[in-house]
């Protein structure tokens, strides 16, 4: 697996985005200050840590990719299909409720938080930009992945054909059992397709987020898609489940910023 360690902190990169224009990771656990049930990268500042040790771990993980905290942009994740042009870091402005984070921009550093949902990285070369997207079950169910593709469509003039889309660990199919509402919400929104990523499992229903998400990235035209497929619910020694520890654990960041 493509992992790498800098001080301490052990991060994910793809192998389609391992390029001198780019600088990105989905960092794991490990490498922060906060105690259990946080321990220890936890980037979360909603899930009852501490604001100055969440600080001090969202620090650790800009400075291993070499970037400055002043070169941030975040949002306030709300499982939407909504995006958010950064044009510069977001500074003191409020957080925008959004899922989708682009830019174009090499000052700043894009930043979303995961405990299970499918982290999405998209480049475009051409431009070049990039794109940042968090997507669970609803945001799926709402085609986050293929509202960044088409954001950076209209915002850049991207080809879809063009972009080198990734999807980062989160949980998978065997671990993520859902309900007959949810199951009944993709089938409404989905039709038959719908069937393609969800599977019985010991009679009950089980969702597959990779599968529906790499669908909905073929579906807008994207050719070239890497896949984690890492588990978060099954590798808990290096992420964290929000479904497999109950709710009571951290959140860990994925970033990605171009070089200028």
């Known amino acids: 697996m493509p992992f790498c360690s800098t001080d301490g902190l052990r991060y994910f990169q793809f192998d389609q985005l391992s390029r001198p224009e780019i600088t990105h990771g989905i960092f794991t656990r490990h490498g922060g200050v906060s105690p259990v049930p946080w321990a220890t990268l936890n980037v979360g500042g909603t899930v009852g840590d501490r604001p100055a040790r969440v600080k001090e771990n969202q620090r650790r993980l800009l400075a291993a990719l070499g970037r400055r905290p002043e070169s941030l942009h975040e949002v306030w994740q709300v499982h939407s299909a909504q995006y958010v042009v950064a044009d510069e870091p977001r500074g003191e402005a409020p957080l925008a409720q959004a899922d989708i ?51 950076m469509v209209k915002e850049f003039g991207s080809q879809p054909s063009r972009l080198i889309a990734c999807l980062g660990p989160s949980i998978g199919p065997d671990h993520y059992e859902i309900g007959e509402d949810v199951a009944s919400a993709f089938r409404d929104q989905w039709g038959e397709a719908a069937q393609t990523f969800m599977h019985s499992q010991d ?30 619910a099954c590798h808990l020694e290096d992420w964290y489940s929000h479904r497999a520890e109950a709710g009571r654990t951290g959140r860990f960041g994925a970033a990605i910023a171009l070089r200028g």
């Open 203 to 232: 009679g009950r229903v089980h969702l597959d987020l990779w599968a529906a998400n790499r669908a909905l990235l073929a579906g807008e035209g994207v050719v070239t898609i890497e896949s984690a497929a890492i588990c978060t």
């Open 101 to 151: 984070l682009l830019t174009r921009e090499p000052a700043v550093t894009l930043l979303m938080r995961f405990a299970d949902c499918v982290p999405l990285m998209l480049f475009d070369p051409g431009i070049p930009a990039i794109a940042l997207a968090h997507a669970g079950w609803l945001g799926t169910l709402r085609r986050t992945t293929a509202a960044a593709v088409r954001a």
